[in-house]
């Protein structure tokens, strides 16, 4: 019996990174494995429909890429020394392959070789981050872009000189020893959180949610704090993770629509991990001085120890996030600090720090900032300015279902408007 494409494309989804990263040991290079990649889905598509899935899929894949791969290399004869090098690389190592149906650790290690390559200090951080995000976490150039603030041209650019300067400079393709850690540890856990962000709440498309995203960064978290359990930093990323990840049933209503943190059914929070997250952070705490992430994993430790929103002790949050912005300063940073203060103090106090923010400039084309202005005119009854927010909102929101709930926003202050006016001005 077939494969439905729906099981195929599941397979895809959840297993590219793993794929990527173990070709890429086979092949030597980012672009080849990628192509290498690319033809091995076209042939699962060709053949699992009629033969069904293999069992095991992900195995079947890395031999189909290395397979193809080496056909590329034959087929080339301007590259005849090349071929023979690979040729003598893929002898050497096809005994490994047949493992991957056992050996979970090979490809956990493929994993972690493909961040620290993408991570080199030879590369800009900016770059690193992005090249991984690329490769390992599958997400489009577009959806790279929008993470960093930038054109998409701008990125494909960044990208392309990445792979060619890991390719020219021969970076070793390993996890490096523990003294080079350190230089490359503040990339990697940029990249998971990245990682998990797109999965928390995706960019473009139509699901607020990448579940396999969001996996597949917890488990590369658990892997840093495995590499270096003596630092807090890792630790205090887990934590962050799991603490956010566990409301990710209560986020999304049934109909695919957003569910605010403060209209959640908290029940629906994942406890085992709230609890796990609240452990790791008190532990990060008080073993360093607070990080960035450990100060970002307390703040959602305030959040998940109130039983209901208006428990929420938001003070707390915002004294967090002045900490933040101190160690950290960042405009994303400061407009979350403003929307605790607003929490904490009242929308007038919030929507001071967020004009002056939409003044600077500082966050052109992130779609959160205008909303966030609108949300705290509509709770001061400034309808008609907040409709204007919420219009210049949805002008560059990605996601569907963030779409869907800016438009329900600017119905409900169009109708207050047009049935009593503003309140206040």
């Avoid at 429909?49 to 080496?70: F, I, M, Q, T, Y």
């Avoid at 979350?336 to 720090?353: E, K, P």
Wanted: one cysteine or more; proline letters at 4%.
């Amino acid at each position: 019996m077939g494969a439905p494409l729906l099981d195929i494309e599941c397979v895809f989804r959840e297993q590219r990174g793993r794929i990527l990263a173990t070709l890429i040991r086979l092949v030597g290079d980012i672009d080849a494995a990628e192509e290498a990649l690319a033809d091995a889905c076209e042939a699962a598509l060709s053949q699992w429909p009629s033969e069904g899935l293999p069992d095991n899929p992900r195995a079947w894949l890395v031999r189909a890429g290395r397979n193809k791969a080496a056909d590329r290399v034959r087929r080339a004869l301007l590259f005849a020394a090349k071929r023979a090098e690979l040729e003598l690389q893929l002898g050497a190592e096809a005994a490994l392959v047949p493992a991957l149906d056992s050996d979970a650790q090979a490809v956990e290690d493929d994993l972690l070789r493909l961040i620290f390559t993408c991570c080199h200090p030879a590369l800009g951080i900016e770059a690193q981050v992005a090249l991984t995000l690329r490769t390992l976490g599958g997400l489009a150039t577009e959806e790279i872009a929008r993470a960093f603030l930038v054109p998409a041209t701008t990125m494909a650019q960044r990208l392309v000189r990445a792979k060619t300067k890991i390719r020219q400079a021969g970076i070793p393709y390993r996890v490096p020893e523990l003294e080079d850690l350190p230089e490359r540890l503040d990339a990697a856990l940029a990249v998971v959180y990245l990682i998990f962000n797109e999965g928390y709440t995706a960019s473009t498309g139509s699901q607020l949610i990448r579940r396999e995203l969001s996996s597949e960064a917890l488990r590369l978290g658990r892997l840093l704090v495995e590499l270096m359990p003596e630092r807090s930093e890792p630790q205090a990323l887990l934590a962050l993770m799991l603490l956010q990840g566990a409301r990710r049933d209560a986020r999304v209503g049934a109909d695919g629509d957003v569910v605010l943190l403060e209209d959640q059914d908290r029940s629906l929070w994942q406890r085992e991990e709230v609890q796990e997250g609240l452990a790791l952070v008190e532990a990060a705490l008080r073993r360093a001085p607070p990080g960035a992430y450990a100060l970002q994993a307390a703040i959602a430790g305030v959040h998940a120890q109130a039983a209901t929103a208006e428990d929420t002790d938001w003070r707390q949050i915002a004294s967090l996030y002045s900490l933040l912005l101190h160690i950290n300063p960042s405009p994303v940073v400061e407009l979350n600090f403003a929307v605790a203060v607003a929490m904490a103090d009242g929308a007038a106090a919030g929507l001071r720090l967020v004009e002056r923010l939409a003044e600077s400039g500082a966050l052109p084309g992130y779609h959160l900032l205008p909303a966030t202005q609108a949300d705290l005119l509509r709770r001061l009854g400034r309808h008609e300015e907040a409709a204007a927010a919420y219009r210049a909102a949805l002008g560059m929101v990605g996601n569907d279902a963030d779409r869907r709930f800016l438009e329900q926003r600017l119905a409900q202050v169009s109708a207050a408007k047009s049935q009593g006016g503003d309140s206040c001005r």
